[in-house]
């Protein structure tokens, strides 16, 4: 069978080669015809459509090590996926040995400690079921289908971030094998070099095969869900967000969007496919508290849905899932913000006028708060200066509408890019997003993390990323 190596040549690895492989591993390996082989290879956007030559669905960390050893061997093109979720594409490959974390998904929660173990291919809502039984909750993202492995390993934010800081503030230690096949453990005091660069350097360092997560008390119950307005109410609805979002409590995250509304029960049937202007809220203190916090929000014009209500955390976490599938096609342009003009509104609205597709949406998150405490350097996240995230995500069915879609989604980025602070989210670039993204996604940190890839990884084996060179 035809494989493709680190350095873009095509090899044959013969069948004999492959059954010795086989021999070393626990988890099932597919090969392009396979049954299962293209459930395995295919991701979240379907705009990108790559053929591994094999892929290994890993059972635990012996077959993450038998996979380095293989790769190194034969000089293989790796590429790694977790939850398959990353809109570039990055976890799959042409021609490379795709090494899946998918299967392992355990989660273990000490009580004492208020730490989770989590396996590197769990996702978000694995931690946060597993957590949340305990009253505890990892800071991670809004969509419970992603990959933790993926969202951690490029920052990570969500409705704790306000209080607790990106996600990888609050890892306590990755489990890693290496470039060269070794396990090794990074924390703050072991391979602390290590450890600074998996916090927001993706996965250029090695095969991450267990995170560490520092839990905080949050909920069961938490007040949570979204209040929705016809769009001719967003002038209104936007000042009202800016407004509460600049002097909200850490316990509480707005996030503000407008879409064509989509067919959910909650929303009424005459207005499904049109415009919509929404504030999606978590208060994740005491519910009492909460129910005051957001009664602004609920009484406010004339709303046409509101789930805005006291629920279960776990619950929370999976109320965005069923506007982001699997298998649509999806194009994103995103920028961190320092703060929300009154400008930026208004384009946030003209844009949100020319959306084409019924699932495509303008997206504003708010960050501020723990984040912006610490300095810039203090991990390669970086972007300490960011309060809000912009999304301009556009999302559609048919390829014949690629262009079209790609095209709002650029005009819109044009337009708003000016109010950046000049960084963006290392997680949300898509394919066509070059160096100097990186460079605006990790800044003043980005020479730092070369000299870490130099140490751990010098041949650049994890390439198939956004790349770090070694210097
Ligand atoms: C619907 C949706 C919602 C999202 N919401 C949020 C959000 O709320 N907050 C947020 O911060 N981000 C969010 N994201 C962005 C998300 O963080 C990235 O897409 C992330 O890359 C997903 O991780 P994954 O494991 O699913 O990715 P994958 O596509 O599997 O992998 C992404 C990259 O990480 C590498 N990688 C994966 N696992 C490992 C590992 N174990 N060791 C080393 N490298 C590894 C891969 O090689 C690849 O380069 C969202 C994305 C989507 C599609």
């Known amino acids: 069978m035809k494989a493709k190596t680190m350095d873009g040549r095509e090899i044959d690895l013969q069948q004999a080669t492959l ?5 070393r591993l626990k988890g099932p390996v597919f090969v392009p015809g396979d049954v299962g082989y293209d459930e395995s290879r295919t991701v979240w956007n379907a705009m990108i459509d790559r053929k591994p030559a094999i892929v290994v669905r890993c059972l635990g960390t012996s077959d993450v090590i038998a996979c380095m050893q293989f790769v190194r061997e034969h000089n293989l093109l790796l590429c790694i996926k977790g939850g398959g ?26 009580t004492q400690q208020k730490i989770a173990h989590a396996q590197a291919g769990c996702l978000l809502g694995d931690v946060d079921s597993e957590t949340q039984v305990h009253g505890l909750a990892a800071v991670l993202g809004f969509v419970s289908k992603t990959g933790i492995a993926g969202l951690t390993l490029g920052g990570g934010f969500g409705y704790l971030t306000r209080r607790w800081g990106w996600t990888v503030d609050n ?5 890693v094998v290496t470039a060269d096949a070794n396990m090794v453990r990074a924390t703050s005091d072991e391979n602390p070099d290590l450890f600074w660069g998996l916090q927001g350097g993706g996965g250029n360092f090695g095969v991450v095969t267990g995170i560490d997560y520092a839990l905080h008390p949050v909920g069961p119950e938490v007040v949570g869900g979204v209040v929705a307005w016809d769009a001719s109410e967003a002038p209104e609805v936007l000042k009202l967000y800016r407004t509460l979002a600049e002097k909200a409590p850490p316990e509480l995250t707005l996030v503000t969007f407008m879409r064509p509304a989509p067919p959910a029960p909650w929303l009424p049937k005459d207005m499904h496919g049109k415009p919509i202007v929404a504030i999606l809220a978590c208060h994740s203190g005491k519910p009492e508290e909460g129910e005051k916090a957001v009664a602004p929000i609920k009484s406010f014009g004339s709303p046409i849905g509101d789930v805005l209500v006291r629920r279960p955390y776990a619950q929370l976490q999976t109320l965005l899932d069923a506007t982001q599938p699997k298998g649509r096609r999806y194009y994103w342009k995103s920028e961190y913000l320092p703060r929300i003009e009154p400008e930026l509104c208004e384009k946030f609205i003209a844009h949100s006028a020319k959306i084409c597709s019924p699932h495509s949406a303008m997206i504003l998150f ?8 610490r300095e810039d350097e203090h991990s390669p996240v ?26 709002w989604a650029r005009d819109a980025w044009n337009d708003m890019k000016a ?5 963006t989210y290392i997680n949300f ?5 070059g160096p100097e993204r990186i ?11 070369a000299e870490v890839k130099s140490q751990w990884d010098p041949e650049n084996v994890f390439r198939t990323n956004r790349n770090i060179k070694p210097v």
């Open 439 to 449: 460079e605006a996604a990790l800044g003043r940190n980005l020479s730092r993390l």
């Open 429 to 433: 670039l898509t394919q066509d997003e």
């Open 171 to 175: 890892v306590i230690g990755m489990d």
């Open 366 to 373: 708010q960050l501020d708060g723990e984040l912006n405490r």
């Open 419 to 423: 109010f950046s602070t000049g960084g």
């Open 382 to 407: 970086g972007n300490r200066d960011a309060r809000y995230v912009l999304n301009i995500g556009g999302a559609w069915e048919q390829a014949a509408d690629d262009k079209a879609n790609i095209a």
């Open 19 to 23: 059954d010795s492989f086989k021999m």
């Open 85 to 110: 979720h990353n809109i570039a594409g990055l976890a799959t490959a042409d021609g490379a040995l795709m090494l899946d974390l998918s299967l392992m998904r355990g989660v273990w929660v000490d």
